[in-house]
């Protein structure tokens, strides 16, 4: 993945920031967009690491669909802000490539080769919007941010999504050291302090609209989980109900079957 861009803007590009009917709407969209994604990732998250996880043909093949997909909608969308847009009306599609390749960092469970592989394509944008400009001090204080932000990531990514402080704390300090360095001219914007401005509290409108939202998920997949273990669990001795040791059984018999592995069964009475 090498993207060669042209330090200069194209023809026509405006140094005019977004109006405000404009950046208001553009900040409602953002929201609507980090809301959907983070419903139908998490969903397939789901499915590839704890539904279909005895299954590592059909796990892996979603673990590298949703790689694929992260990368290439995240990619895409800093490239429709580039090539289709002259002025700060692409600032809706940098944030939102932004958001998708930064915010699937946080992917649990995930292995430290497709966290590298997501880093390669954020550091892939990030030299992107400073194509031509490798020579400032900018650019290397924000590459440092960056370097500083993926270790963060890794080693506190619960902490980070499950809590509304840490995670705006966190991708703050990304959209910050994104949007603050960028050169005069980065891929076809035209950058003044009035359009940096308007896109970083765009990036971080939408920062904060995830972190609560993650944040209630959590709240909320903990109190399904509380009410199934009294559902399903003998509150004294917390042994499993009937329904959840039959349960139990049929999967392992079925995973005996599918994988031709021999399986017994000891009952003891005590």
Do not use: C
């Amino acid at each position: 993945m090498n993207m060669n861009m042209d330090a200069v803007p194209k023809s026509g590009s405006s140094t005019d920031p977004l109006s405000l009917a404009m950046w208001l709407a553009q900040m409602l969209i953002t929201w609507m967009f980090a809301t959907g994604f983070i419903t139908y990732y998490q969903r397939a998250w789901h499915r590839a690491y704890e539904k279909y996880r005895r299954d590592r043909f059909v796990s892996y093949s979603l673990r590298a669909g949703m790689l694929v997909i992260g990368i290439a909608v995240g990619i895409g969308m800093h490239m429709v802000g580039w090539m289709v847009f002259t002025d700060a009306t692409g600032l809706m599609f940098h944030n939102l490539g932004l958001f998708v390749l930064t915010l699937t960092l946080l992917d649990k469970d995930s292995s430290i080769f497709e966290y590298l592989i997501r880093v390669v394509a954020v550091l892939e944008v990030w030299m992107m919007h400073h194509a031509g400009y490798y020579d400032r001090p900018q650019f290397w204080i924000s590459l440092a941010a960056l370097g500083l932000s993926v270790i963060i990531f890794r080693l506190f990514s619960d902490r980070i999504r499950n809590h509304v402080g840490p995670h705006i704390l966190a991708y703050g300090f990304v959209g910050v050291a994104f949007w603050t360095m960028l050169p005069k001219y980065s891929a076809g914007l035209h950058m003044t302090p009035m359009i940096a401005i308007q896109a970083l509290a765009m990036y971080m409108g939408m920062t904060i609209v995830t972190a609560i939202f993650l944040h209630n998920e959590h709240v909320e997949e903990k109190r399904i989980a509380a009410v199934a273990q009294e559902a399903h669990f003998d509150t004294l001795t917390n042994a499993k109900s009937y329904a959840m040791y039959r349960q139990d059984i049929e999967s392992k018999f079925d995973e005996a079957k599918r994988n031709h592995t021999p399986l017994s069964l000891a009952v003891i009475d005590i």
